[in-house]
């Protein structure tokens, strides 16, 4: 493909994806296809000869549209939103064409600095204390990372590494000494345990699993929202270290999966306090706030207030998704870390061929030290161009826009006690129900039953998609208003079907 090819190519996929946003709500939501429905259409090698952008092109209509789920049209309510937008897009356009893998400053240093910056700008317009920024007073700093996944990775090995050095000195310079700490170091690792929740995203066990280090999930219970609390902290705690388990890592967080529960971020940290693994000490408990999703309401200054984000200054990590609620598209997870020499120790490996004047000298950040892989994308620039054409208000009208689709859905529920019970307190943009039972004393059974009935009566037809979750042996379905196409008609016709197929189940 030449230029002009290329000139006339991008042109028509830029009509393309134009026509597929305008008409993204004549599509069902979720691919209906069979497994395996691909490769009935696809041969069975790579051809032989370059074919024609015509047919590629129109393959894409014919053959991969239809495997296609739509994360962005206005009936998906299921998971959490995949977002993007015109902005975003063009800017993957700029960073594929550029094409560089800027482990070094050296290789692109546009792509480090503007990656520094962009990141301060959005740790200020989230309300994050000073330590997380990288001008701030504990050498912090933010790095994109794929996921939130992956921020919980780098964040537990980060963890590991700090508390190590912090416990097992590291005395004597012989062989003889290298394998006695070695040999500590074993031992420590083998009573080192990652503590979490049974509310926490799946990845931080995932994480705990890669290290190969212990994992306990500290129950969460109805009364206290499904959040971790002081006491149910100070208990794990206590109960670890009576096993002879030291604990090193914390995963809270702000807007769990199954219900958007934000963690008692004070009760934390004096739970913390009272056992004397509090910041700063040695061997202290590092904590990460995982605000995958939620974490993009932070950009209005209500939802700051209203979770008391201050308080992460007292702990080592925080990581939010842009790419979910924030207009910018997959990947884009940002990691804030309050202090980046934390990360460096311990993910720092060099190599002659990395070597340069500029690393050498300490003059600049080289982000390959900041993460597991070795290369990056250039993946600031779409943040920058969201950044820049949204601008803050525009960012903060998105969320105010969708959770208010949230409220007004929440209270259409409320309206109907006869059909839908609430399980959890409404937030961010997602309400957690399910099927009031049909008498006074209608058995947990019974009712879990009716509610898989209209969950799955719901996403049958094709134009709406949720999701479920199990909270105390209750079956009870998510909803969520978080896409930014979706629009208060949207809304409305996801209430409307569910009243109908609920009242169909009562007749």
């Known amino acids: ?91 993957e356009l700029y960073s594929s064409a550029l094409s560089t893998a800027a482990f070094n400053w050296i290789c692109s240093p546009a792509v480090t600095e503007l990656e520094t910056i962009v990141l301060d700008w959005l740790a200020q317009l989230l309300g994050l204390p000073a330590c997380y920024l990288s001008t ?62 049974t509310a926490t995203h799946s990845s931080v066990r995932k994480a705990a699993l890669i290290l190969g280090c212990r994992f306990r999930a500290i129950r969460v219970r109805a009364e206290d929202g499904y959040a971790l609390t002081r006491e149910g902290l100070a208990a794990e705690l206590a109960a670890c270290r009576a096993q002879g388990l030291e604990p090193f890592f914390l995963a809270v967080t702000l807007g769990t999966t199954d219900t958007c529960a934000v963690d008692d971020f004070a009760g934390v940290a004096q739970a913390l306090e009272e056992q004397h693994a509090a910041p700063g000490a040695p061997g202290e408990v590092w904590v990460h706030v995982d605000a995958a999703y939620a974490g993009a309401a932070l950009v209005c200054p209500e939802v700051q207030e209203a979770t008391r984000i201050g308080l ?12 979910k609620w924030l207009l910018v598209n997959f990947d884009a997870s940002c990691f804030f870390v ?47 161009f969201v950044m820049r054409s949204y601008g803050v208000k525009g960012l903060q009208e998105n969320i105010r826009k969708t959770t208010g689709l949230g409220d007004e859905f929440a209270e259409w529920v409320r309206g109907r006690p006869d059909l839908f019970e609430i399980v959890t307190p409404p937030r961010f943009a997602l309400t957690v129900f399910r099927m009031a039972g049909p008498t006074a004393d209608a058995s947990l059974e019974d009712r879990n039953a009716l509610t898989k009935t209209l969950y ?3 996403n049958a037809s094709g134009k709406i998609w949720l999701t479920s979750t199990e909270l105390d042996g209750r079956f009870a379905i998510r909803l969520m208003t978080g896409v930014r196409t979706t629009e208060r008609e949207h809304v409305e016709h996801a209430f409307k079907t569910l009243v109908a197929i609920a009242e169909e189940a009562r007749a």
């Open 1 to 91: 493909m030449d230029s002009r090819e290329f000139k006339d190519a991008a042109a028509a996929t830029i009509d393309d994806i134009v026509s597929y946003f305008d008409n993204i709500g004549e599509r069902n939501v979720v691919a209906t296809v069979e497994p395996g429905y691909l490769r009935k259409l696809l041969p069975s090698a790579a051809p032989v000869e370059g074919e024609p952008w015509a047919a590629i092109r129109h393959d894409v209509e014919a053959k991969i549209m239809p495997g296609m789920t739509h994360w962005n049209h206005p009936g998906f309510h299921a998971f959490f939103p995949c977002a993007t937008s015109y902005p975003s897009i063009l800017g």
């Open 136 to 197: 701030g007073p504990t050498r912090g700093g933010g790095v994109i990372q794929g996921s939130a996944s992956e921020a919980v990775l780098t964040a537990m090995v980060a963890a590991r590494d700090k508390y190590l050095r912090e416990t097992i000195p590291a005395d004597g310079d012989t062989d003889a000494d290298a394998d006695a700490r070695e040999d500590a170091v074993m031992r420590k690792r083998s009573r080192m345990v990652a503590l979490a929740t």
């Open 312 to 323: 992460v200054g007292r702990f080592h990590s925080f990581d939010m998704n842009m790419h």
């Open 338 to 384: 309050r202090d980046r020499d934390w990360l460096i120790q311990a993910l720092s490996v060099n190599q002659a061929v990395y070597g340069n004047k500029a690393s050498a000298g300490g003059l600049v950040t080289d982000y390959r030290e900041w993460q597991i892989p070795l290369g990056r994308r250039f993946r600031s620039l779409k943040i920058w």
């Open 456 to 458: 799955e009566k719901a």
